[in-house]
């Protein structure tokens, strides 16, 4: 529990003044996000702990650096716990439930990459909860922006703003967040079923007034979750279950499964070979020929609608209703952004290279001359001297 | 007026030397003319009277010219001649905002989106409205209805105003707690930027790469673009949905009330607070049978699935009496739901049956600190010797207290907002802000040196030019402009005057 916000300042100024370029990092839980960083690491982890938090308002302010096991401890002792179920990743962290785990992933992280885990197409990303920080700007001035209240439109949204800019608009400080109750009770149906129909299905319950908090389409199955109260999920249960095939699954299996889905451990993602080539990779000279660099994972952001493209090399799996789907392709030097995102457009979407790959290039779903133009200069007004995260995000950013 | 466009100002001055010379404000409506419907260039000023202001209509001004294109191909030719003309353009949806956000620039053309009311698409599967920013917020809801579906924010204007006005703003309504404001309910906008270029931001799945520019769109009242369509999400609309009525002998108990209620774990769909005045006046105004004794009422609407509701509404029903509720009284179907609600939707009308004249503010509180709010503002009251009346979206916190004046009494209306001005800042004080979802406009210029500092309102500046660098999009609103900061911080509140023109 420590506030090193005058020393993270210094640091900034200094590094303006020297001309450098800053690497921010966390719980460097993400450093396989984005592009590769470049730059002098500007440590924030040490930068942590919880600075206030009022179960009734349903508000909790925490440092930039504090570890989300830490944040979602506190939250649990009221009953209460971050909707958007952040994922947490970490180099030790070994695949199971999560209270059984230990990562590095802090709250400023996940916000800086937007990342929300299975509810999040009904409970609000990341995002959605932020309602203030703190930023240190590319002059190194302390600045706060948002508030601690739900609702607050004074000034432009800069706190929501650093949703996914992968800190290349300034260094968060402190984030304040809608916390919310702890649903009553949580149940998950299984059903087999082809990937089409389920992407069918999913928006088909999705549609419905039901206390639906997760659908994924996983390796032939469709995975339904309810969460509420203990009537509405009983009922819902009962209701879904006589008109289909759809089997209640044991609450322990159920539990890890949403908890690997979210921190990206099931053996779907492939996470240990990726990132151990990652590793690898670095200081070997035969990269080309090493069969696992040549795995990767696509992210697509997508209408949940959309019709999955054609028979692929490579494995889907299908979260967020339909509206975010993963691909797992073998050969990701054979397969090239352009024809993912041409893909995307098709899914009306767009795509990322989340994992894996030629992290040296474009890894994110190209923006339009304008949008790049209003980006760049967004960027500018925040941090002039380009000295945060530079090429993180884009080549051009 | 003529006059007033032609006279050099310091408009002018920015301007760089290849600027073409600006056209007389006859030639200028005759260039619009060519591509819009000449009926809807407007340039006298009794036509272009009812544009002079918003629902703030303390503040007043009017503009060189008004225009209502009707496609969004002329849209983006008026914004490239603005651009080329470097005029300010003020744009607008129906004109019910209540922070002066869309009054006239006197030397700009007032670019109405009224015109533009199609419902592009409804996709009843993937649960969007595709929509053009003329659509009224009400209309949304009510042709997604037949599949079963509704548009979550819901302000009180919903019957008149624009889902354009509502990203505006970041309209809020009673059910954000639960549902969330606009920019929690909206996937993708196109925009024509102050250049006259058309953008999509967003997409039709959940997020995006890069930055993310539609939560910086949201809610910056019309000065970093001009949004001529939007994409909402849709929500399956509650199988049911059941409301508590509850009177307390006191603004705390009520307060604890709501309180207990988010402590065991429920999320009501709305959750309002009335002060005695408010219920007075509402229960005279609709005969909603709320109790008129009570200092305190709560409205509590929990929706969902019937089982939920079922279960939800004992336990509210249960914690209401353990609080010290001296009634309660719990909706049996969907017409005492409307009747228990005709009230608290009624208010401000109400309200102004009682005054000649209100004033409602908008500050936003933790709800910890109502208590003390309000024992605050009735301080202020007596030393301003004016009535305030108080309304309260009390799940998040947003409160609008009416303050009742007569605007024929010399003086009272500067003193009105002389107290407003201290409410706003007493909201600050208690760790809250100026404005919870009627905007800043030019309504709280003045306050907003009280929640930002210098630093953080240069940094405000420099976005807004990354997006407009000669400041023509919606000018002198929302955002102080920086060489005035210190200004601010050291104007008296009284000496602004109403009607002063935009860059105040």
């Known amino acids: 529990m420590s506030d090193l916000k005058i020393q993270l ?15 921010i990092i966390g719980g460097d839980s993400k450093s396989f996000m984005g592009r590769a960083a470049n730059g002098e690491p500007l440590r924030v982890s040490g930068h942590q702990g919880i600075i206030s938090y009022q179960p009734v308002e349903l508000v909790l302010t925490a440092r930039a650096g504090t570890p989300l096991h830490e944040i979602e401890a506190a939250l649990a002792e009221h009953d209460q716990m971050l909707a958007f179920e952040p994922p947490k990743f ?71 703003l650093q949703a996914g800019a992968m800190g290349t608009l300034g260094l968060i400080t402190e984030i304040s967040l809608k916390v919310m109750p702890k649903p009553a009770v949580t149940q998950t149906l299984i059903e087999p079923m082809t990937v089409d129909h389920a992407i069918t299905v999913m928006n088909q319950y999705s549609a419905q007034s039901k206390p639906l908090s997760g659908a994924c389409w996983y390796g032939g199955s469709l995975y339904l979750r309810l969460s509420g109260a203990g009537s509405a999920v009983q009922a819902t249960v009962k209701q879904w279950t006589a008109r289909s095939d759809a089997e209640l699954m044991d609450p322990q299996s159920a539990e890890r499964f949403w908890c690997q889905l979210r921190d990206q451990t099931l053996p779907f993602f492939g996470t240990n070979s990726i990132d151990a080539v990652s590793t690898v990779a670095a200081d070997s000279a035969a ?95 925040l941090d002039p001297s380009l000295v945060f995260n530079l090429g993180r995000l884009y080549r051009w950013m | 007026m003529e006059d007033q466009y032609d006279n050099d100002n310091k408009q002018d001055l920015r301007l760089s030397m290849n600027q073409p010379s600006k056209p007389s404000r006859a030639e200028l409506a005759q260039r619009f003319r060519q591509f819009i419907d000449p009926q809807a260039v407007i340039e006298d000023s009794e036509t272009q009277k009812p544009y002079e202001c918003d629902g703030l209509s303390m503040y007043c001004e009017m503009p060189m010219l008004v225009v209502l294109p009707s496609t969004v191909e002329q849209v983006q030719r008026v914004m490239q001649l603005c651009h080329q003309y470097q005029l300010p353009v003020v744009a607008r949806g129906a004109g019910t905002g209540l922070c002066a956000g ?15 009311t199609e419902i ?44 354009g006005g509502n990203v505006a703003e970041n309209s809020g309504g009673v059910h954000c707690l639960k549902y969330g404001l606009t920019v929690h309910n909206i996937l993708k906008v196109e925009m024509i930027t102050a250049e006259g270029e058309r953008v999509v931001i967003g997409s039709d799945g959940l997020d995006s790469c890069g930055i993310d520019l539609l939560a910086l769109i949201t809610g910056s009242e019309g000065l970093l673009g001009v949004v001529t369509e939007i994409t909402v999400k849709l929500l399956p609309s509650p199988e049911q949905a059941r409301v508590v009525m509850a009177a307390f002998d006191s603004v705390q108990q009520a307060a604890d009330a709501v309180g207990d209620i988010i402590s065991h774990g429920i999320i009501p769909a ?82 102004g049956r009682i005054s000649p004249d209100y004033y409602c503010m908008d500050g936003t509180i933790p709800r910890s600190q109502l208590a003390h709010v309000l024992s605050e503002m009735q301080r202020l009251s007596d030393h301003y010797q004016l009535r305030v009346a108080n309304v309260f979206h009390a799940g998040d916190g947003n409160l609008h207290p009416l303050i009742l004046f007569d605007a024929n009494v010399a003086g009272e209306f500067e003193k009105t907002e002389e107290f407003g001005g201290k409410i706003l800042e007493l909201c600050v004080e208690v760790g809250g802000c100026i404005t919870g979802e009627h905007g800043v406009g030019i309504e709280k210029i003045r306050q907003m040196p009280v929640q930002f500092n210098q630093q953080e309102l240069l940094q405000f500046n420099a976005i807004k030019h990354a997006f407009d660098p000669h400041e023509r999009l919606n000018p002198g609103k929302g955002i102080p402009l920086l060489k005035r900061c210190q200004e601010y911080r050291a104007l008296d509140d009284s000496s602004l005057k109403t009607n002063e023109k935009g860059a105040i």
Not at chain 1, 117 to 133: E, K
Not at chain 1, 321 to 350: K, N, P
Not at chain 2, 302 to 316: K, P, R, W
Request: some cysteine; overall charge neutral; charged content about 20%.
């Open chain 1, 287 to 381: 990269l080309e020929s090493a069969t696992a660099y040549q795995r990767a994972l696509w992210r697509f952001s997508v209408k949940p609608t959309a019709d999955q493209p054609e028979a692929i090399n490579g494995d889907w799996l299908i979260d967020w209703g339909g509206a975010q789907r993963w691909l797992r392709t073998i050969s990701a030097a054979q397969r090239s952004m352009a024809e993912m995102e041409t893909m995307a457009v098709a899914m009306a979407g767009q795509v990322s290279l989340y994992r894996g790959g030629d992290r040296s290039d474009e890894v994110m779903h190209r923006q339009t001359s304008a949008l790049q133009a209003i980006q760049q200069r967004l960027k500018r007004s």
């Open chain 1, 90 to 160: 970490g180099r030790d962290f070994a695949s199971g439930v999560d209270t059984q785990c230990v990562s590095n992933s802090t709250l400023g992280g996940t916000l800086a990459t937007n990342q929300s885990g299975p509810a999040r197409p009904w409970c609000g990303s990341v995002r959605d909860h932020v309602l203030g920080l703190g930023l240190i700007n590319g002059r190194g001035e302390k600045l706060n922006f948002g508030g601690q209240v739900m609702k607050n439109v004074a000034g432009y949204d800069v706190s929501r």
């Open chain 2, 120 to 163: 592009i698409d409804i996709d009843p599967l993937a649960r969007t409205a595709r929509l053009q920013p003329g659509v009224r917020n009400l209309a949304i809801s009510e042709a997604a209805a037949v599949h079963g579906l509704y548009y979550g924010p819901d302000p009180s204007s919903q019957i008149a105003c624009t889902i």
């Open chain 1, 9 to 23: 300042r210094d640091q900034v100024l200094n590094a303006v003044s020297q001309g450098q370029q800053l690497n």
């Open chain 2, 270 to 351: 709305g959750l309002e607070m009335m002060d005695s005045y408010a219920i007075k006046a509402a229960e005279d105004f609709a005969q909603a049978g709320y109790p008129k004794d009570a200092q305190a009422l709560l409205l509590c609407e929990v929706d969902g699935t019937m089982e939920e509701v079922h279960e939800h509404i004992a336990l509210v029903e249960r914690l209401f009496k353990q609080f010290g509720a001296t009634s309660t009284r719990t909706s049996q179907n969907e017409a005492e739901r409307a009747l228990l609600w005709k009230g608290r939707k009624n208010a401000f009308p109400a309200v």
């Open chain 2, 102 to 116: 869309s009054m006239p620039h006197p030397d700009g053309v007032v670019l109405s989106l009224a015109k533009l």
